[in-house]
């Protein structure tokens, strides 16, 4: 399980990252084709570090909406 953030880009595609994956983004031009993006990026961002015999970062982030 990851958190992913998401949003609209300035392009107008959607957007998503994965904060504790580094780098790890992706996007779609529909919110759930981000969302099937970014599971992708994922799945090949964890393969490369297991290929590499490096750790593979725990999701340790804790997200909260504020109102304002």
């Known amino acids: 399980m990851r958190q992913v953030i998401i949003y ?3 392009n107008g595609l959607w957007v998503a990252e994965c904060p504790s994956l ?3 983004i992706s996007q779609g031009e ?3 084709g981000a ?3 970014i599971k992708e990026a994922i ?3 964890e393969l490369v570090l297991k290929d ?3 750790p593979i970062p725990e ?4 997200a ?3 109102a304002v």
């Not at 999701?59 to 804790?62: G, Q, R, S, V």
């Open 35 to 37: 969302l099937e993006n």
């Open 8 to 10: 609209r880009g300035e």
């Open 59 to 62: 999701d340790t982030l804790d």
């Open 64 to 66: 909260l909406l504020v």
């Open 43 to 45: 799945e090949g961002y």
């Open 22 to 24: 580094p780098g790890c």
């Open 52 to 54: 590499d015999g490096l």
């Open 30 to 32: 529909t919110r759930e």
